[in-house]
Nanobody, 123 residues
């Protein structure tokens, strides 16, 4: 089992940047694929990015490709989401999820979740 804690959210102007972090507990972090998802008010949770256990493979939603970068540091049990060129429509609560071994882009495939961190982008 793994416990996740997100941080780094906040209020930023459109065009700005934020870096989210997700710290994981446990000794087996390197065996978990990690994903970032977001949920805006009144909308379903949607896929943002995912990274493989080694960090060599990544996947992004079309809406964030070229602007967001997912990375991980297995020595620090942490996954990051660097968000650049932020848009108003990126406003949401951002969640990190963990699942054993293989990446996925469907929220239901992730059994472990953090509590979320709010990102608000103003125009």
């Amino acid at each position: 089992q793994v416990q996740l804690v997100e941080s780094g959210g906040g209020l930023v102007q459109a065009g700005g940047s934020l870096r989210l972090s997700c710290a994981a507990s446990g000794r087996t972090f390197s065996s978990y694929a990690m994903g970032w998802f977001r949920q805006a008010p009144g909308k379903e949770r949607e896929f943002v990015a995912a990274i493989s256990v080694t960090g060599k493979s990544t996947d992004y939603a079309d809406s964030v490709k070229g602007r967001f970068i997912i990375s991980r540091d297995n020595a620090k049990n942490t996954v990051y989401l660097q968000m650049n060129s932020l848009k108003v429509e990126d406003t949401a609560v951002y969640y990190c999820g963990a699942r054993r071994f293989t990446v996925a882009s469907v929220p239901g495939e992730y059994p472990y979740w953090g509590q979320g961190t709010q990102v608000a982008v103003s125009s």
